[in-house]
């Protein structure tokens, strides 16, 4: 009676390790399927110094997403104007037209939904040099 314990404690014991080593190995499948898209490329690099000020910010992500909002501010926090209306629909590529900036430190910053609905932001600081 003492062996049959043991025996079917063994049996569920490897059913419950092959359950557990199957689950992990379908998430670790998935994982690519849920990172969310970064942004791929943009005309002013993350951290770059600029000497001349490029009409517009132009940036893609690695998928389509819904832009939400984007904002520039100033080094100490002041919020620089933007003539841009977000478009209603998905895309991987935006252009953002810039003003005249003076020589100084900014930050570009977005947020945006991405086609499973997660919200995602980041920002693009950069300084235009004298």
Sequence with gaps: MRLEKISKLFGASKMFKALLVSAGTVFCLTLPALAHTTISESNIESGATISEVPES??????????LAAVDLKTEDGAVIALDYVAPKSMEKEFVV??????PAAYTFSWRAVSTDGHVMTGDIPFTVAD
């Design 97 to 102: 037209p810039l003003p005249e900036l003076e």
């Design 57 to 66: 910010l132009s940036f893609a992500f690695g998928g389509k997403v819904g």
